[in-house]
């Protein structure tokens, strides 16, 4: 059985998707993190969701490199 901490030192160097407040979602390869889930994410992007009804299509904004703090994340995904 696999603990949380596990999961995210199997992701290392790695693309993952990370979801936080306030409905941001950002995309990057981690290559660091603390107990505290402060993640450094290299070659970031956020990620803004396109609307179906409307026609807007799915649109990224270039972060780089960058250090996301823990109290923020909701969620992260690690690659499948």
């Known amino acids: 059985m696999s603990r949380p901490l596990d ?4 992701a290392l160097n790695q693309t993952v998707i990370v979801k936080m407040r306030a409905w941001r979602e950002i995309r990057g390869t981690l290559r660091s993190y603390d107990p505290h889930l402060n993640l450094y994410l290299e070659s970031a992007e956020m990620i803004h969701p396109g609307n179906e009804e409307t026609g807007e ?19 992260i995904s690690p690659p499948s």
């Open 7 to 10: 999961v995210l030192s199997n």
């Open 57 to 75: 299509e799915e649109r990224t904004e270039t972060l780089g490199n960058i250090i996301l703090r823990g109290d923020n994340v909701i969620l």
